[in-house]
């Protein structure tokens, strides 16, 4: 079974970026046969798509949030990993943030990592 | 891009059905065939119930079952359970290649 685990920073401060990467326990980015995912959830409130990438690294992105994200694949220690950055941060943007696969041939959002939690505060 | 617009609670006894709607466009629930619901316990990662509309995963018990009509789709569950008491979610994509949630349901079990 695939395993997703983000992480990151718990705390940045206002007008900083935030970044975020996730891990995949398998080889599945590569496979191609995927896109992935970053959501978030603000304390209360529902679930909010950020973007998506693909191997090829076609993006897009949720058009509130299109001037500040920016979703990339990255070869970190010898290993891929589905990266976010989201620039000039404010306290509107402190909430668990979730990465997520989904096959290019269905079968929804499945599975997503454990959620990483991240404050914006001075 | 709006948020579907799911009801914001909805609750049952033990045993009993309750079914959550999903309303969108023409955009998105009502052209494609890819909405999918999430089971979200707090704390916890959401996991996927029911995709592609009506397909349910193998580890996701038969209690659950999803259909769609025109721009609404909707979750049912059968045989409501204590372990049920949690918030769900539809999602779906759009003709903007995007992907669009629900507002969520909580659901309550009396």
């Known amino acids: 079974q695939v395993l997703l685990q983000g992480s990151g920073p718990g705390l940045v401060k206002p007008s900083q970026t935030l970044s975020l990467t996730c891990t995949v326990s398998d080889n599945s980015i590569l496979s191609g046969d995927y896109y992935w995912h970053w959501i978030r959830q603000s304390a209360g409130k529902g679930l909010e798509w950020i973007g998506r990438?693909?191997?090829?690294?076609?993006?897009?992105?949720n058009a509130s949030l299109q001037s500040r994200a920016t979703i990339s694949l990255d070869w970190i220690k010898n290993q891929d990993h589905i990266s976010l950055r989201l620039t000039s941060v404010t306290a509107t943007d402190t909430a668990t943030y979730y990465c997520?696969?989904?096959?290019?041939?269905?079968?929804?959002?499945?599975?997503w990592g454990q959620g990483s939690l991240v404050t914006v505060s001075s | 891009q709006s948020a579907l617009t799911q009801v914001a609670s909805v609750s049952g006894s033990p045993g009993q059905s309750i079914t959550i709607s999903c309303i969108g466009t023409s955009s998105d629930v009502g052209r494609y065939n890819s909405v999918s619901w999430y089971q979200h316990h707090p704390g916890k990662a959401p996991k996927v119930l029911i995709h592609?509309?009506?397909k349910r995963p193998s580890d996701i018990s038969d209690r659950f079952s999803g259909s769609k009509s025109g721009n609404t789709a909707s979750l049912t569950i059968s045989g409501l359970q204590a372990e049920d008491e949690a918030d769900y979610y539809c999602?779906?994509?759009?003709?903007?290649?995007?992907?669009?949630f629900g507002g969520g349901t909580k659901v309550t079990v009396l």
């Open positions: 997520a696969r989904e096959a290019y041939y269905g079968g929804g959002l499945d599975p």
């Open positions: 999602g779906s994509s759009t003709d903007s290649n995007t992907w669009v």
């Open positions: 592609d509309v009506t």
């Open positions: 990438i693909s191997l090829s690294g076609n993006t897009k992105y």
